[in-house]
């Protein structure tokens, strides 16, 4: 899923996602969860509906202007 160098956060990412994927499979509701760390030696995590996307720059960029847009509100 990740490749958070601590294996106790990847392991914490693993529990999240499973937590945010029952949950929204029993509520209905959906969510984007990000993980953007601040070196380079681990990479961006982004979960939608509990499930970690496959992602590039196009699609994160989409994403954020969502979340932008959102703020505004």
Known sequence: MSSHR??????AFVALSDAL???E????????LFYIPDEDDEKI????DGK???HGP???ISQ???????LKK
Do not use: C, N
């Not at 499979?25 to 984007?32: A, E, N, V």
């Open 6 to 11: 601590s294996e106790r956060v990847r392991q």
């Open 21 to 23: 994927v029952s949950w």
């Open 25 to 32: 499979r029993d509520t209905g509701r959906g969510s984007k």
């Open 45 to 48: 995590l982004f979960l939608m």
């Open 52 to 54: 970690p996307v496959s």
């Open 58 to 60: 196009t699609i994160l």
């Open 64 to 70: 954020l202007e969502l979340i932008i847009e959102r």
